[in-house]
């Protein structure tokens, strides 16, 4: 598993999977517009679980195909009832087939739940230990949420806070 990718290299944009993959009409157009995005220096791809009830990764994971993928910073998501170790690794498990890799770049809580945190930060430095993923964050945390996060075993390993904000937003 070559894991060579290097922050620095990544592309200023990124693109951004909701609501693609759920219309089998457009999985041509999707695909190419992925494809062309990878084709003309783009290197980060953002999907979830829950885009799609995981079609969405699984249009990324085809997209992504024949593509250098330690060129490509890929980033999922998992649920908020998901974020306590065991499910983390399902959860993991399952976008990781989906997407045809074998690890990920950033795995990231989607939004904050009711799962305590120090237990979703046990699990998912466990996931980053065996290699199942380079780094791991938080999505969607307001000021109180990091500084709760950053106040547990390990929550200043936090990688990224990936907050909504795109074109329409």
């Given at each position: 598993m070559e894991k060579s990718f290097q922050e620095s290299n990544l592309s200023g944009l990124?693109?951004?999977?909701?609501?693609?993959?759920e219309d089998a009409s457009k999985k041509k157009d999707e695909l190419?517009?992925?494809r062309y995005g990878l084709d003309h220096g783009i290197k980060v791809i953002d999907t979830a679980e829950?885009?799609?009830?995981g079609k969405s990764e699984k249009l990324?994971?085809?997209?992504?195909?024949?593509?250098?993928?330690?060129?490509?910073?890929?980033?999922?998501k998992f649920y908020p009832y998901h974020a306590s170790p065991e499910l983390e690794r399902q959860s993991?498990?399952?976008?990781l087939?989906?997407?045809g890799t074998d690890y990920l770049d950033l795995y990231l809580l989607h939004w904050r739940g009711d799962k305590r945190l120090s237990?979703?930060?046990?699990?998912?430095?466990?996931?980053?230990?065996?290699?199942?993923i380079r780094h791991w964050g938080?999505?969607?945390f307001d000021v109180a949420d990091l500084e709760e996060l950053f106040s547990v075993p390990g929550g200043k390993d936090c990688f990224a806070n990936e907050d909504l904000y795109n074109l329409s937003e």
């Open positions: 990124g693109m951004g999977t909701w609501g693609i993959g190419a517009a992925l829950m885009y799609g009830e990324v994971g085809e997209a992504i195909k024949g593509y250098d993928r330690s060129k490509i910073f890929l980033i999922s993991l498990e399952k976008s087939k989906r997407l237990e979703t930060v046990r699990g998912l430095k466990e996931l980053q230990k065996e290699g199942l938080v999505s969607n």
